[in-house]
């Protein structure tokens, strides 16, 4: 499995280049074997302070309930639905919303994701805010990138290099139910949790947490921090 893993990465760095295609909006991707290049920051609104229900309404991750406009659950901004998709966020923001998502990755294979950067409106994280959440899926590649939080159910080969990240969590809820991560490769990471212990799942109160179904993983030179804010 290392070997593979470090074939992989070879001739991903020696591969053809491919015209990428910009994008400055969240969007699914659905076109197989693509390259995309984030070109500008992305900011969320405050949905609290709109008072209009269509003004609400116009933006995806609000919505409109007995007059008031609130963040939506589980908004993703982006979303990997086929094979073999790339994403270079050139250095660029992605904001996630309260107890939102980033990356949205299911049932697919070979995702790379670099140079990214997630915010939240959270110091702690205790909003839930997830940077990047994958499932049933193969061949996960990250690199060069700051996070929130990233969790892992049910999937196999996953490769973070060089991040600060708020944590990572294998196996969705708290206990996990589902297998988390197989190989799951961490070299040169900051890991570092800020938590106020009101998040209930233990997901947001350690830098690193998975359940008893993952296995085969490397940890080479890591660096975790755990913060209890009072």
């Not at 659905?30 to 229900?53: F, I, K, M, P």
């Not at 659950?73 to 979303?79: L, Q």
């Amino acid at each position: 499995m290392r070997i593979n893993l470090s074939l992989w990465l070879i001739l991903l760095l020696l591969a053809p280049a491919v015209l990428a295609t910009d994008i400055t909006n969240c969007t699914n991707f659905t076109v197989a074997n693509s390259t995309y290049t984030l070109t500008s920051d992305l900011h969320s609104v405050l949905c609290g302070d709109l008072t209009e229900q269509g003004t609400c309404e116009s933006y995806p991750y609000c919505s409109w309930d007995v007059g008031v406009c609130d963040y939506k659950p589980s908004y993703s901004c982006f979303n990997f639905q086929t094979n073999n998709v790339s994403l270079d966020c050139n250095g660029y923001t992605i904001e996630v919303t309260p107890w939102g998502i980033g990356i949205l990755i299911e049932n697919v294979n070979n995702t790379t994701l670099k140079n990214c950067k997630f915010n939240g409106i959270s110091p702690t994280t205790d909003y839930g805010e997830i940077s990047l959440n994958a499932s049933n899926s193969r061949n996960i590649y990250v690199f060069n990138s700051t996070t929130r939080n990233i969790w892992f159910n049910n999937s196999i080969n996953i490769s973070l290099i060089n991040l600060t990240t708020s944590g990572v969590c294998t196996g969705g809820e708290s206990p996990p139910v589902l297998p988390g991560a197989l190989s799951l490769y961490l070299t040169n990471n900051t890991l570092v949790t800020n938590s106020t212990f009101s998040c209930s799942d233990i997901c947001c109160n350690y830098p690193i947490v998975m359940d008893n179904e993952s296995y085969q993983n490397s940890f080479y030179n890591n660096y975790l921090i755990r913060n209890v804010l009072m």
